[in-house]
């Protein structure tokens, strides 16, 4: 698959100025961006409900496992894929294959959903086209196009990532703010680490080996009572 520029848009680019970039995407991928990441706990609340996730400690060997060998990872990938797209049609490719590597039905819908809520967003504030696209190929392709950094965009996706399902662990299981914020904060450098270990990777790279989440994230589709959509 051929990879190169980004895809011309009306987005208007930023200043190449590393603070203004940072500033951009904290923005971006803050809990307050309104892509409704708060409403999805990907397939975790199956884990607390049936016992396997009940610590701080339990929480981040899941998340680690799923940054490092999961759908984490398979983010990134996709991400960075979006981000060199050099055509519409290459970028349809990354986004039929970012469906194809969901592990059920609630995946597609929360990569789709909140990738939709995200483009929107980003087209009303900053210019461009309104695409539907999965979540880390609409942050992949915003990126590209308003030329911000792909390698601190991978890493920052991760970090909101593994914030999320943090926060969504804090309300579910329940944890304490200050536990929350130590498996996050034990969690930083296998999000910078996971993020290095994507660069220079293709489409052929993508895999899952975090099989405990993905069978959670399909039994939450049958899952009685819950409070999450994923």
Excluded at 143 to 153: F, P, S, V
């Amino acid at each position: 698959m051929v990879m190169a520029a980004p895809i011309a848009t009306n987005m208007s680019p930023l200043h190449m100025n590393t603070e203004y970039n940072i500033l951009t995407l904290a923005q971006w991928l803050s809990p307050s961006f309104p892509v409704g990441a708060f409403a999805y706990s990907h397939g975790l609340e199956t884990a607390i409900q049936n016992g396997t996730i009940a610590s701080a400690d339990d929480l981040k060997d899941w998340l680690s496992d799923v940054l490092e060998h999961g759908s984490g990872r398979n983010d990134c990938i996709l991400l960075r894929a979006a981000y060199f797209c050099d055509s519409p049609a290459t970028l349809e490719e990354v986004n039929l294959t970012a469906i194809a590597v969901s592990a059920s039905s609630e995946r597609i819908l929360e990569t789709e959903l909140q990738g939709t809520a995200f483009s929107q967003t980003t087209a009303a504030i900053w210019g461009g086209d309104a695409t539907t696209l999965c979540y880390p190929v609409a942050v992949g392709n915003a990126a590209a196009q308003m030329a911000l950094n792909a390698d601190l965009t991978a890493t920052l996706y991760l970090h909101a990532f593994a914030s999320n399902l943090v926060s969504a662990a804090v309300r579910a299981v329940p944890l304490g703010q200050t536990d929350g914020q130590r498996a996050l904060a034990a969690l930083i450098p296998m999000c910078d680490q996971t993020a290095k270990d994507t660069i220079g990777t293709t489409l052929d790279d993508l895999s899952s080996t975090a099989f405990l989440s993905d069978i959670a994230a399909m039994q939450h589709e049958t899952l009685q009572p819950r409070i999450f959509r994923s």
